[in-house]
């Protein structure tokens, strides 16, 4: 495995019991790229997502994460793998138990040994990175959608990972907030050079975010397309990805499908 | 003049200024030595600190809390901190940072006076009267209305709702009800005994399992299955919108969620209890054949002769209010669901409680009122 790739997937298979979602899926991702998994509803995007975070096992293949294999870990080895990675899941997924800075504080207080005043410092620190400064003290509830999506991505960046996952960062937001949430996971990759992967099918927030871009397809089960977002919606011949880019309803695709076969 | 430091951090006085210099790591696991190594560094100073990061390795956001703390320390003893050479991954780091804002003082809401605080809790006990008359009241047109038209009643889950409340409590039930039976003949004997009244233990077993035990242990099971059951249910319809889905398209949440509980409850607690009565009566049977030697037959005829049919049904009687209260109360609880995971599991402890109060309560009344009668 080349060392400038820090997340590789080999042949993996995803399936549910008997129905197979996913079928020998490989690709890989370098050190500091902004990816992004996109597709169609129901199209696997969210199941490959489980597979590399280490919440599902592959039925076959592999899933390298800086060189250790997820899909293998046991419990030791996955945590301490899991702990390379912040994911910021579709709605946040604060606990609702505690406020604000007690979520960002948490994974501080469990895995390192800060002093008390420091853990606080750094909980302002990461609430100003994503502009939330000053609503420390607020509970879950009190936050609205969007404020619920840059806490969460606050929590996932308390343990500085070098890889951040987004499940639908735009999900749910309006236009205005989910550019700024898009800018902001430029910013950070930019700075910090944190490796970036995205699972979205919003084409804003993908034209936006992505360098490098696979699409999965739901008949397919596995990669229809790889390379950069614009590229494939101005020069890809396969018409369901031409769709999918130029936002074109299925019955369009299906129409150009039928040229494209009799051409 | 060169004074070394420990760990990575070296300090140089210069003719303006005192030049921190650090070259090691500066992340989550050794900002605690490097922000000590920092102030022992500098000591006392006070004035100008310039700090040299351009062989600093790694940085993250230990290191960013360093930096701030630092300056923040320095600034406040009116000295000034500088960062005169770093490298592009800390000046992007740095650059994320609102530094203002990290030390600004949160903003602390005004402690409420007193008489505020009072009145806001006397509020929100009329607004719980109130919602609780208004249940009450939906509830009962509910049930007057299910009466008068018994083709509107949503049966498809009220059959499904008595299946779970009933059949599936069967088998806890009859442990239950088996046990009491059998330690209050247990109890019993051994006091009997001492006066050559081993007869009466039919008498004992059979009046308080039927009239109170029986009643009372089954609703107790009910409230912590069904009644726990029935607000989580509607907590989480609560928090995921779905009642709100319901009154938006028109339709009564009374007659949609409530009767059907309330109406499997009312016909399955007496069912419950006829059971709990019969398999209770067994296990005071067990006692008194098994430990007493009394014959089976002597048993049986000196508990015909003990228990009346008033008895057993005075019994009844007060599970069908039990069953009200219990279906009522967890129903309640679930809408007053407000956000998240942690509500619904606050109402449904709510709706255990509040419902074996009632319970009880309810229990003490009907006793009351059949002494009188």
Known sequence: MPTDAVIAVENLTAAYGERTILENVSFRVRRGERFVIVGGSGCGKTTLLRHLIGLQRPSAGHVWIDGEDIGQAETEQLR?????FGVLFQSGALFGSLTLGENIALPLQEYTHLPPTLIRLIVRLKLSMVRLDGFEDFRIAELSGGMKKRAGLARAMALDPGILFFDEPSAGLDPITSAELDELILQINRSLGTTIVVVSHELPSIFTIAERCIMLDRSAKGIIAEGAPQDLRDRSTDPRVRAFFN??????ARRAAVGHRNS | MTASGESGVTVERTATALRLRITERMDLVTAPALLAAARKALGSHVGRVELDLAAVPYFDSGGGAVVL??????HSRGGRLEIVASNPAIDGFLALIDEQAVFAPAPVEPPQHFVVKVGDAALQVLRDARELVIFTGELVLGLVDAFRHPRRIRWRETWLYMERTGVDGVPIVVLISFLMGLITA??????LTQFGA????ANLVGLSITREL????????????????FAAEIGTMKVSE??????TMGFDRTRFLVTPKVLALVFMLPCLTIIADLVGILGGLVVAVGGMDLPAQVYFRQLRTAVSAWDVLSGLIKTVAFAILIAGVGCLRGFQASTGAESVGRITTSAIVAAIFLIILADAVFTVIFHYW
């Open chain 2, 198 to 201: 081993d007869i009466f233990v």
């Open chain 2, 242 to 247: 779905e009642v709100d889905a319901l009154t």
């Open chain 1, 247 to 252: 936002r074109q309803p299925q019955s369009a």
């Open chain 2, 69 to 74: 703390q630092l300056r923040h320390e320095i």
């Open chain 1, 80 to 84: 301490r793998i899991q702990r390379k």
């Open chain 2, 214 to 229: 029986g009643p009372l242990m089954t609703a107790i099971i009910a409230a912590g299955r069904s009644g726990a059951a």
């Open chain 2, 186 to 191: 247990f109890q019993a004997a051994v006091q």
